[in-house]
């Protein structure tokens, strides 16, 4: 199975760091992966995305024109990436300042309240976690075991106290996503 996926939100939501956990995950399970992150010289504050790639098989080009599955984070990223979910791909967004919610009738939509999440945990650098944990749940590609062990490779040592909270993070977007169309 090929999942081919853009996560796109502004910068210093952990937009890059979701995808490098993501890719290290399928990389711990022998899978082929891609990462290919694009931002601009601002990066926190400015907008940025990142694709990945988790694959059984050889990955040919880390390009993509369109993806089985988007995970939004603001409104500039709604505008530029709803239309580009393959059709019957999978459109997952954090609802905190989006104006305009998906409108798309031919493509599954998922909202994940991370925003909201991460405060009543009491951290808000969780927010990404949570927004992978929600989508793992509608697309299982990796394990919350890989993730973990992503999470080891991808943190600094001296962040890696964090990874049980990470972990909780992961399991409670797994259980609040919600699908809404």
């Known amino acids: 199975m090929t999942y081919e996926i853009v996560i796109a939100g502004f910068g210093g939501q952990g937009v890059l760091s979701m995808g490098k956990i993501l890719a290290y995950s399928g990389l711990?399970?022998?899978k082929e992966v891609s990462w290919m992150p694009?931002?601009?010289p601002e990066q926190r504050g400015g907008t940025s995305n990142v694709t990945v790639?988790?694959?059984d098989d050889a990955v040919s080009s880390p390009v993509v024109n369109e993806y089985d599955i988007v995970i939004?984070?603001?409104q500039p990223s709604m505008d530029k990436f709803e239309?580009?979910?393959k059709k019957g791909g999978i459109l997952i967004y954090d609802p905190n300042g989006i104006h305009r919610k998906p409108s798309r009738t031919d493509v599954s939509i998922y909202e994940v309240d991370a925003t909201d999440e991460s405060m009543a945990m009491g951290n808000q650098k969780a927010f990404n976690m949570?927004?992978?944990g929600g989508m793992l749940k509608v697309a299982p590609m990796v394990t919350i075991e890989s993730v973990v062990a992503g999470l080891?490779?991808?943190l600094p040592e001296r962040h890696h106290k964090l990874i049980p909270m990470n972990e909780d993070a992961i399991k409670r977007g797994m259980d609040i996503i919600r699908k809404t169309n």
């Open 72 to 74: 939004v984070l603001n």
């Open 38 to 40: 694009s931002y601009g």
């Open 28 to 30: 711990m399970e022998n």
């Open 130 to 132: 949570i927004v992978l």
């Open 152 to 154: 080891r490779k991808s």
């Open 53 to 55: 790639i988790v694959s």
């Open 83 to 85: 239309p580009k979910v």
